[in-house]
């Protein structure tokens, strides 16, 4: 079993970045793929990108691709998402997730596991 804490969301302009984390407990994490989705108001839950227990596999939806960055360190047992070239609509609360199957899994529904969720806010 894993456990999964979100950080460093917050506010940002629009062409603004910012990077979340997302902290797993237990001695188990480099057994995980990982993933991060997003939630905004009234919208389903939707893939971001997924990153393979190794991390020499990813994976990024099209809307953002070329601006953010999925990496892992298991050695400190953390995920990140490094966000570039934000837009107003990539405000969402973003959860990060671990799943057994893989390497790389885009169906919220095939994660085991869940973070509490960090929101992003980017003004126009």
Same mark, same amino acid.
């Given at each position: 079993q894993v456990q999964l804490v979100e950080s460093g969301g917050g506010l940002v302009q629009? /062409?603004?970045?910012? =990077?979340?984390?997302?902290?797993? @407990?237990g001695r188990t994490? @480099? @057994?995980?793929?990982? /993933?991060?989705? =997003?939630?905004?108001p009234g919208k389903e839950r939707e893939?971001?990108?997924a990153i393979s227990w190794s991390g020499n596999r990813s994976y990024y939806a099209d809307s953002v691709k070329g601006r953010?960055?999925? @990496?892992?360190?298991?050695?400190k047992n953390t995920v990140w998402?490094?966000?570039?070239s934000l837009k107003p609509e990539d405000t969402a609360v973003y959860y990060c997730a671990a799943t057994t199957r893989g390497p790389i899994v885009k169906k919220f529904y095939e994660y085991d596991y869940w973070g509490q969720g960090a929101q992003v806010t980017v003004s126009s």
């Open positions: 629009a /062409g603004g970045s910012l =990077r979340l984390s997302c902290a797993a @407990s994490f @480099s @057994s995980y793929h990982m /993933g991060w989705f =997003r939630q905004a893939f971001v990108a953010f960055t999925i @990496s892992r360190d298991n050695a998402l490094q966000m570039n």
